[in-house]
């Protein structure tokens, strides 16, 4: 389908040819094409971004062939759900037939929409194509979809219908890594089917064409990649293929797998110029969420598995599910909530149970959770907190209570605004009597209807004077942790209607204690830094600190002769630590300028030690960043500077070490096990920011 009818179908949706919505809350219109979607303005990321930050929930559906032995295989009972193949090593010409066994003679996208709907999720993401390959619609780039299957229909077309008639947003779920595809590479260790012909740029291209189809034909709203973590996938590649689909589709979401930047499980994306619109936690919530203006989306199953398995009835009770979606908004994250249909297309009916209690939730309540941004408080021992900002300037909270308060009041700690005069009231009872809000200093106090019970969560409304000014520990700026002959030290409070105080000598700040609102301090003795805000004459929030430690810099060591380079050996094992290749002799050497992976002697199970020198421009504090894919450890003289060990996906640490002018010992261990492999070692020290060591620091 050519360019020119996915514009028509965007065009539809903006000109209202979706149905309106019967509730308050819809998203916002999907974004029109732009001329230069790559380069967005900030303004242009937010109108993109908007409908999907609005949302908050969402359902997950992963479907497939996988959803027919449902975790069983040979009679016996395997797991592995969507990851059987893999798990069981099926070889692909014993899992491939199994598409002449899909006929889900109960699939009804409908009802499948309509789950989604009244649960108060506002897109649906499906598994266009799994791990397996199998692809849910007729793709001209295979026969291994559902055309050639006994049921034939073209089930994502079906579901994009029965989702645009309702006003849910389809999105795409499409897998990188793909275990029956022939160009695909590495195949799985058990699949001998000759692989001498298969050419992986040309799987790269299989993709392309099927994404191609997919925007053509359905319009997704999002692009979810996944399965992008084995080697042969690479930064390049994840870049090429983001600047695709969205020069094929402008508006489209894509999320961070379809590049390498994610840090594993918490799926957050590192820094460094890696492509992807949100990033993806899996079976997680960031403990204290993300800075604003950082996107993110939890997913999560209801019970263990993500496909079907009849066996996995380990399903989360509503009031956690629900809590978590809570959880999340508060945050200022995505839920996407997952549902895996049976081998005849049914939702489990644990599911489809949860859905509905969800939404006789939401039905009251989604006001507080659709279109809503995080919470202004890090911690409520009584639940959570999220916010919309209203037309006349003021905010409006809305407190959620999880548990039954010790007392009949609920208190927000430290907040500096005045509450509108209509005080506060239950979201469920909005006409009933307020209920009083008081202040006591820094805080409010509501006090909760007679015997209230909260049950799962039961929201009140607060409207408050302008945007939450909310008063916790003070922050204490630094530059780093040590410091040669003194250190200057900075205290900032959210507003000028606090008070900070310090100490110097790890006890707690009281009112009488030093100053910290009246410029930078020097210091030039190891200290235990504490500082504390105060609100008219009362401690509020708590107490910040921050240890900092006088030292004397590493001495510099003195050498006849020293030449450019690092001297660089490469070692061959399966290993999983740095001490592992201490005493395996080097299998390739040389001599490298800067730190990087080009000598690598293989794709996989092998090791790197840089040794040398660096040497430092000047005498002071410098801070080494550590980021590698697997393990890495780096050290300075005797001293380990950053221990980045173990086997493990790209991750970053860093250290700090005072340095003299001149030479110091070096010495950087690394090791691939298998999958991706990165290694990026950066520095900042006197006078200079975060950036790659340069070839004149690294000597021999
Ligand atoms: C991936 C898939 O393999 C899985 O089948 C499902 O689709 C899920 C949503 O995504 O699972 C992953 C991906 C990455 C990690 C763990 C599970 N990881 O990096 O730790």
């Known amino acids: 389908m050519p360019i020119a ?125 799994h791990h397996d390959g199998f692809c849910l619609w007729p793709s001209e780039l295979t026969d291994f979809d559902v055309e050639g299957t006994p049921f034939g229909r073209d089930i994502l077309g079906e579901l994009a219908e029965a989702c645009r008639n309702e006003g849910i947003v389809l999105c795409l779920y ?143 009770p509503t009031q956690e599910l629900l809590r978590k979606l809570v959880d999340i908004a508060s945050k200022g994250g995505n839920f996407l909530l997952n549902v895996g249909p049976d081998e005849r297309g049914r939702f489990p009916e644990e599911s489809i149970d949860r859905l509905a209690a969800i939404g006789d939730w939401m039905q009251v309540n989604n006001e507080s959770i659709h279109g809503t941004f995080a919470s202004c408080f890090t911690d409520l021992d009584w639940g959570r907190c999220t916010r919309r900002n209203l037309p006349d300037g003021n905010q409006r909270l809305y407190l959620h209570v999880f548990d039954s308060p010790a007392s009949d009041v609920i208190r927000l700690p430290g907040i500096l605004n005045d509450p509108v005069e209509r005080g506060a009231y239950l979201l469920a009872t909005p006409g009933a009597g307020p209920l009083a809000v008081e202040r006591a200093g820094a805080d409010l106090v509501i006090r909760l209807p007679e015997g209230m019970s909260p049950g799962i969560d039961t929201v009140l409304v607060l409207d408050i004077e302008g945007p939450a000014i909310v008063v916790e520990a003070p922050s204490i700026d630094v530059t780093e942790p040590i410091f040669l002959e003194s250190a200057t030290l900075n205290f900032s409070a959210v507003s000028d209607d606090v008070e900070i105080r310090y100490t110097l000598d790890g006890t707690t700040p ?126 300075i003289g005797d001293v380990v500077v950053v221990d980045n060990d173990g086997l493990h996906s790209a991750l970053e640490k860093s250290g700090v070490i005072a340095l003299e002018k001149g030479l110091h010992p070096f010495r950087l261990d690394y090791f691939e096990g298998t999958g991706q492999d990165d290694l990026i070692l950066k520095w900042s020290g006197p006078n200079f920011e975060l950036q790659p060591i340069p070839a004149e620091a690294l000597k021999r």
């Open 510 to 635: 009281e009112l009488g204690s030093a100053n910290g609102g009246i410029g930078p301090i020097e210091i030039r003795r190891s200290a235990t830094v504490m500082a504390r805000c105060f609100f008219e004459g009362s401690p509020v929030g708590s107490v910040a600190t921050a240890a900092l430690r006088r030292v004397e810099p590493l001495r510099a060591v003195q050498t006849l002769t020293s030449r450019p380079g690092l001297r660089w050996t490469t070692h061959l094992g399966a290993f999983e630590t740095v001490a592992d290749f201490a005493d395996i002799k080097p299998a390739t050497e040389g001599v490298a300028t800067s730190i990087d992976l080009s000598m690598q002697p293989r794709p996989e199970n092998f090791a790197v030690r840089f040794t040398g020198f660096l040497e430092a421009p000047q005498t002071g504090v410098y801070r080494f960043s550590l980021d590698s894919d697997d393990g890495s450890r780096l050290k």
């Open 174 to 316: 499409h897998s990188i890594m793909d275990w029956t595809q022939p160009d695909y590479l590495p195949r799985r260790a058990w699949d001998d089917r000759p692989a001498d012909g298969a050419d992986y740029q040309r799987y790269v291209a299989y993709m392309k064409g099927q994404l191609q189809e997919l925007v053509d034909r359905y319009q997704p709203a999002v692009l979810w990649f996944d399965g992008e973590w084995e080697g042969t996938w690479t930064h390049e590649d994840g870049q090429a293929m983001y600047d695709f689909v969205r020069t094929i589709d402008p508006a489209v979401i894509v999320n961070n797998r379809v590049d390498t930047g994610r840090t594993g499980m918490a799926g957050l994306t590192r820094s460094g110029g890696y492509r992807g619109d949100f990033g993806t936690p899996e079976q997680e919530i960031p403990a204290t969420g993300m800075p604003f203006g950082v996107d993110w989306e939890t997913c999560m199953t209801m019970n263990r598995s993500w496909g079907y398995q009849s066996f996995d009835v380990a399903f989360k």
């Open 5 to 129: 009818c996915s514009l028509l179908i965007h065009a539809l949706l903006s000109a209202g040819a979706v149905p309106p919505p019967e509730d308050s809350w819809w998203p916002s219109e999907l974004p029109s094409r732009v001329a230069t979607p790559l380069a967005e303005s900030p303004d242009q990321h937010d109108a993109r971004m908007a409908w999907w930050r609005e949302s908050r929930f969402g359902l997950f559906i992963h479907w497939g062939l996988y959803a027919i032995p449902g975790g069983y295989w040979e009679g016996r009972r395997t797991g592995g759900a969507e990851w059987i193949l893999n798990s069981v090593k099926i070889h692909p010409d014993d899992y491939m037939p199994l598409q002449q066994q899909f006929d889900p003679v109960d699939f009804d996208p409908m009802k499948w929409v309509m789950i989604a709907k009244n649960a108060g999720m506002k897109y649906i993401v499906i598994t266009s194509k």
